[in-house]
């Protein structure tokens, strides 16, 4: 037979799937066990807003039509929170079908896109499929300030007239450090305006308000500026798959050329308008994330390990040592963490904040595994 991979675009051939936390089903049918939690994709553990899936409810019958597709009804919910046009959005299946169509959108094989190290996985993979160069810039270094973090002066001096994309992740996944306003900012208004910028907000929810680096604010002082945001996170909504971005209208427009006219699915699209509207559900899934936090951070202190300050619904926990046989481990009892040794990171483990009770749980573990 003929290697059909060598048949692939060479950007295909060459890049690194995406690799997923294991799916509970998965692990009950490989060991057996039952009462498992799965602290691997950053999910909300108190489920989604009751609102949301009410909606949902209220229009299940009606799935033989086509989703509206230019979501009017979403749009206009996001143009009111965000205080933005309804035509400087876009509407994705998942924030990941978002950052897919802007590389699509605007890299060719001649241009290059920035990101930095342990960041988000996707960014290397949407560069590298439409044949573009990925330009990965080493992180900083564990003994900084922004342990793991962007390097934001060496992504500048990367920056070349060749690119037409920067991606930056804040706060960032998988370390869930964060940059502050005044890095930011700072760091946007050095990029040439013929550079997108490309923000990835996914977890912003989870800061405090006053705490919050909100990059939308500046949309109208950066024309080059594109935020992106997720209804996987806080709200709860990983499995409907829905996100967004916001940009000016004229970056809008060229996104939604190439997105599939109904990307977003009818109970995606109503969910997430009520989900908007669920105030008391999101205040909740923050408490709990703080609660949470803290009881996995002082797991780790008693157990001296250490960990990137979190501004996200996980933790990245460095073991200081092969981080394989701990996931394994854990495994066993019943606890599904995210090895991510896929990002050069073989000590470290990700781990999802639970609910307190799960936490408690992840505690007795990780005593057993690592005391
Ligand atoms: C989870 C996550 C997303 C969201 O992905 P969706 O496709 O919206 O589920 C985007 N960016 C980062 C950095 C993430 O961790």
């Given at each position: 037979?003929?290697?059909?991979?060598?048949?692939?675009?060479?950007?295909?051939?060459?890049?690194?799937?995406?690799?997923?936390?294991?799916?509970?089903s998965?692990?009950?049918?490989e060991?057996?066990?039952?009462n498992?939690?799965?602290l691997?994709?950053?999910?909300?553990?108190?489920?989604?807003?009751?609102?949301?899936?009410?909606?949902?409810?209220?229009?299940?019958?009606?799935?033989?039509?086509?989703?509206?597709?230019?979501?009017?009804?979403?749009k206009?919910?996001?143009a009111?929170?965000?205080?933005?046009?309804?035509?400087?959005?876009?509407?994705?299946n998942?924030?990941?079908?978002?950052?897919?169509?802007?590389?699509?959108?605007?890299?060719?094989?001649?241009?290059?896109?920035?990101?930095?190290?342990y960041?988000?996985a996707?960014?290397?993979?949407?560069?590298?499929?439409?044949?573009?160069?990925?330009?990965?810039?080493?992180?900083?270094?564990?003994?900084?300030?922004?342990?793991?973090?962007?390097?934001?002066?060496?992504?500048?001096?990367?920056?070349?007239?060749?690119?037409?994309?920067?991606?930056?992740?804040?706060?960032?996944?998988?370390t869930?450090?964060?940059?502050?306003?005044k890095?930011?900012?700072?760091?946007?208004?050095?990029?040439p305006?013929?550079?997108?910028?490309?923000?990835?907000?996914?977890?912003?929810?989870?800061?405090?308000?006053?705490?919050?680096?909100?990059?939308?604010?500046?949309?109208?002082?950066f024309?080059?500026?594109?935020?992106?945001?997720?209804?996987?996170?806080?709200?709860?909504?990983?499995?409907?798959?829905?996100?967004?971005?916001?940009?000016?209208?004229?970056?809008a427009?060229?996104?939604?050329?190439?997105?599939?006219p109904?990307?977003?699915?009818?109970?995606?699209?109503?969910?997430?308008?009520?989900?908007?509207?669920?105030?008391?559900?999101?205040?909740?899934?923050?408490q709990?994330?703080?609660?949470?936090?803290?009881?996995?951070?002082?797991?780790?202190?008693?157990?001296?390990?250490?960990?990137?300050?979190?501004?996200?619904n996980?933790?990245?926990?460095?073991?200081?040592?092969?981080?394989?046989?701990?996931?394994m481990?854990?495994?066993?009892?019943?606890?599904?963490?995210?090895?991510?040794?896929n990002?050069?990171?073989?000590?470290?483990?990700?781990?999802?904040?639970?609910?307190?009770?799960?936490?408690?749980?992840?505690?007795?573990?990780m005593?057993?595994?690592?005391?």
């Amino acid at each position: 037979m003929i290697d059909y991979k060598l048949l692939a675009a060479k950007g295909v051939q060459k890049l690194s799937p995406y690799i997923p936390g294991k799916p509970i089903s998965e692990l009950e049918r490989e060991m057996g066990i039952s009462n498992i939690i799965k602290l691997a994709s950053n999910e909300n553990p108190l489920g989604s807003s009751p609102l949301a899936i009410k909606a949902m409810q209220d229009v299940i019958g009606e799935i033989e039509l086509y989703p509206d597709g230019n979501g009017f009804a979403l749009k206009k919910a996001l143009a009111a929170k965000h205080n933005v046009d309804m035509d400087c959005i876009t509407l994705g299946n998942g924030s990941n079908d978002v950052l897919v169509l802007l590389a699509e959108a605007f890299l060719t094989p001649e241009l290059n896109g920035v990101y930095s190290q342990y960041s988000f996985a996707v960014y290397p993979i949407a560069i590298q499929a439409v044949g573009a160069v990925h330009k990965q810039i080493p992180a900083l270094s564990w003994e900084t300030d922004s342990p793991l973090g962007h390097d934001l002066d060496a992504m500048l001096k990367a920056i070349d007239d060749k690119t037409r994309i920067v991606f930056i992740a804040n706060p960032n996944n998988p370390t869930g450090n964060h940059l502050s306003e005044k890095e930011l900012k700072g760091f946007i208004a050095q990029v040439p305006e013929d550079v997108i910028v490309v923000v990835d907000e996914a977890y912003l929810e989870y800061s405090n308000a006053d705490e919050q680096v909100d990059a939308s604010k500046w949309l109208n002082e950066f024309p080059n500026l594109v935020v992106t945001r997720t209804f996987s996170k806080a709200y709860g909504l990983a499995g409907l798959r829905v996100g967004y971005a916001l940009s000016n209208s004229d970056i809008a427009n060229v996104i939604n050329r190439i997105r599939q006219p109904f990307n977003v699915n009818s109970l995606a699209l109503i969910a997430a308008e009520h989900a908007i509207a669920d105030k008391e559900f999101l205040a909740k899934s923050l408490q709990e994330n703080a609660q949470g936090l803290k009881i996995l951070a002082q797991t780790c202190n008693n157990l001296n390990l250490r960990f990137v300050p979190s501004k996200g619904n996980f933790l990245l926990i460095d073991f200081q040592q092969d981080a394989a046989p701990i996931y394994m481990e854990l495994l066993k009892r019943g606890i599904i963490t995210r090895p991510v040794a896929n990002y050069g990171l073989t000590d470290a483990l990700r781990i999802t904040i639970g609910t307190q009770e799960q936490m408690q749980r992840l505690d007795k573990a990780m005593e057993q595994v690592c005391g």
